[in-house]
T-cell receptor, first 116, second 108 residues
């Protein structure tokens, strides 16, 4: 099946710094990529939807200046958490859509962010 | 996007069949029903998808009644490795909104 890879799998950063998480579709071109965050024992919360070459669409309550999303190519989207704080510590998951057909949304392995 | 309601948790024993029902009363005509499985610290994994009636693959079956206001994921003969959270999603696959999911615990 299609593979979506995230990097890094886990990262620890100091409060106030920025950290970037990459999401790559390894064997298909992703027209749309999605970013989620998940706190322990909770469901996935959609943060934003990004289409290649255009600005991301953020869900209500998600600060676009804090969570910068770039979808520069059909195989790569990045999430940058700017000026990270301990409350940003979470599991971040990306997914990629091959198109409008069903069965075409694939998820990455997730990235753990810990802000100390 | 249709809202879904699932049981928060379920317990089962190895070898049993497990049925998880999801309610989605305001499902739209173009919406598909998709189930994902998630293990701790991993991304969700696709299990099965359907539009109406019954769909079966190598790991599960999905039963959808005629009114499509609910669906049932059936896992035959579960094993300990099936312990996970199962999510029912309803939509046209352009955007996936996750509900609370069902935490399935399989005991020996």
């Amino acid at each position: 099946g299609a593979v979506v890879s995230q990097h890094p799998s886990w990262v620890i950063c100091k409060s106030g710094t920025s950290v970037k998480i990459e999401c790559r579709s390894l064997d298909f071109q992703a027209t749309t990529m999605f970013w989620y965050r998940q706190f322990p024992k909770q469901s996935l919360m959609l943060m934003a939807t990004s289409n290649e070459g255009s600005k991301a669409t953020y869900e209500q309550g998600v600060e676009k200046d804090k969570f910068l999303i770039n979808h520069a190519s059909l195989t790569l989207s990045t999430l940058t958490v700017t000026s990270a704080h301990p409350e940003d510590s979470s599991f971040y998951i990306c997914s990629a859509s091959r198109g409008r057909d069903r069965n075409t949304i694939y998820f990455g392995e997730g990235s753990w962010l810990t802000v100390v | 996007l249709a809202k879904t309601t699932q049981p928060i948790s379920m317990d089962s024993y190895e070898g049993q069949e497990v049925n998880i029902t999801c309610s989605h009363n305001n499902i739209a005509t173009n919406d598909y029903i998709t189930w994902y499985q998630q293990f701790p610290s991993q991304g969700p994994r696709f299990i099965i998808q359907g539009y109406k009636t019954k769909v079966t693959n190598e790991v599960a079956s999905l039963f959808i009644p005629a009114d499509r206001k609910s669906s049932t994921l059936s896992l035959p003969r579960v094993s300990l490795s099936d312990t996970a959270v199962y999510y029912c999603l309803v939509g046209d696959m352009r955007k996936l909104i996750f509900g609370q999911g069902t935490e399935l615990s399989v005991k020996p």
